[in-house]
């Protein structure tokens, strides 16, 4: 499977896509980040292993602990893969005006 394909696959899932939206915030420990979910932690860090094989995000250790942060790099496919649709879409709307 393709870094591509993996990104894909991992935001279709939506505890991984609230686990990203709570890294926006800044660089957590998988504590804090369970903490915060309905689900254990083990289960957080299988969502946080498929997001890093995704490249999504990346981690360091700090002591006892495994610190996660956003992988702004990883996400370059993934703007460019939705930007083509939001081109196409702001194409779409300017042919609509065009005809009025």
Avoid: C
């Avoid at 804090?32 to 309905?38: I, V």
């Amino acid at each position: 499977m393709t870094y591509e394909q993996a990104q894909l696959d991992a935001l279709g899932d939506g505890t991984r896509r609230a686990i990203l939206d709570h890294l926006l915030a800044g660089p957590m420990p998988v504590g804090k980040l369970a903490a915060d979910f309905p689900i254990s932690r083990p289960a957080i860090s299988q969502h946080l292993k498929i997001l890093k094989d995704a490249n999504l995000v990346t981690d360091r250790v700090d002591g006892t602990r495994r610190v996660y942060q956003i992988n702004s790099a990883g996400f370059e496919f993934l703007r460019d893969y939705f930007d083509r649709f939001w081109s196409h879409a702001l194409d779409a709307f300017k042919n609509k005006v065009e005809e009025q």
